[in-house]
C-alpha cells in the first residue's frame, strides 16, 4: 500500500495556472497506476485524469482535455496535475488516487474511482471569475 498527500491547491484567478502534486510514500508506487479526481461542492466524484504506472499512457476527462497536464516521476514518487486555462467551473477538491497493478498491466490507465484503492485527503482549487 501507498500513502498520498496532495498538494499545490490554492485561489487563482480564472485563466490562471496551477501545479498540483501527489507524493506517494511506500515502496512500490512505481507499480501503480494513479489518476486525479475532483469533487466540487454538492457534486459526486468526477474522474480528471489518470496515469499507467510507468507513465506511458494517459488519460483525460472531456472537460480538462487540452487543458491539464497529468504526468509522474517514479523516481521521486509523485504525480503531478498541471492545469492551465482553468476556469471557475474547475473549482473543487482535487483527490489523488492510486491503485497497485501487476506488471501486465503497466500501461493501463483506470478512470472510475471504485478501481482505486488508495486515496489522498484532497487539496482544494478555488477559481475566481
Known amino acids: 500500500q501507498v500513502q498520498l498527500v496532495e498538494s499545490g491547491g490554492g485561489l487563482v484567478q480564472a485563466g490562471g495556472s496551477l501545479r498540483l502534486s501527489c507524493a506517494a510514500s511506500g515502496r512500490t508506487f512505481g507499480m501503480c497506476a494513479a489518476g486525479w479526481f475532483r469533487q466540487a461542492p454538492g457534486k459526486e466524484r468526477e474522474f480528471v485524469a489518470a496515469i499507467s504506472s510507468s507513465g506511458g499512457r494517459t488519460r483525460y476527462a472531456d472537460s480538462v482535455k487540452g487543458r491539464f497536464t497529468i504526468s509522474r516521476d517514479n523516481a521521486k514518487n509523485t504525480v503531478f496535475l498541471q492545469m492551465s486555462s482553468l476556469s471557475p467551473e474547475d473549482t473543487a477538491v482535487y483527490y489523488c488516487?492510486?491503485?497497485?497493478?501487476?506488471?501486465?498491466?503497466?500501461?493501463?490507465?483506470?478512470?472510475?474511482?471504485?478501481?482505486?484503492?488508495?486515496w489522498g485527503q484532497g487539496t482544494q482549487v478555488t477559481v475566481s471569475s
Open positions: 488516487a492510486a491503485r497497485q497493478i501487476t506488471i501486465q498491466w503497466y500501461l493501463t490507465t483506470y478512470a472510475l474511482s471504485q478501481e482505486y484503492d488508495q
